[in-house]
């Protein structure tokens, strides 16, 4: 079992910046990728970032150059840092865990930008 706690959170005017922390536990030595996941009101949720164990990123084109996903190994805890948000990214962000038998959620924390 794996659990994954989100942290960071909350309201912030548009042109601003957020930092997402994921601190996983449980068992994380069978966790090979970790991501953000976004659901805006009414819509899917959708991928925004993710990270593999060995370090390698991937972006939705959307949020390259705005978002960056990282990743502290001796924490068990992976980072979103959100700049220059806009208020389509609204929205409750799910942090996500990959391993070799299943897939692992929490249970989100909400971000609201600002017009």
């Known amino acids: 079992q794996v659990q994954l706690v989100e942290s960071g959170g909350g309201l912030v005017e548009a042109g601003g910046s957020l930092r997402l922390s994921c601190a996983a536990s449980?068992?994380?030595?069978?966790?090979?990728?970790m991501a953000w996941y976004r659901q805006a009101p009414g819509k899917q949720r959708e991928l925004v970032a993710a990270?593999?164990?060995?370090?390698?990123?991937n972006y939705v084109d959307s949020e390259k150059g705005r978002f960056t996903i990282s990743r502290d190994n001796a924490k068990n805890t992976v980072f979103l840092q959100m700049n220059s948000l806009k208020p389509e990214d609204t929205g409750v962000y799910y942090c996500?865990?990959?391993?070799?038998?299943?897939?692992?959620w929490g249970k989100g924390t909400l971000v609201t930008v600002s017009s």
């Open positions: 990270i593999t164990t060995g370090g390698t990123t």
């Open positions: 449980g068992s994380i030595f069978s966790i090979t990728t």
């Open positions: 996500h865990a990959h391993t070799w038998s299943r897939d692992y």
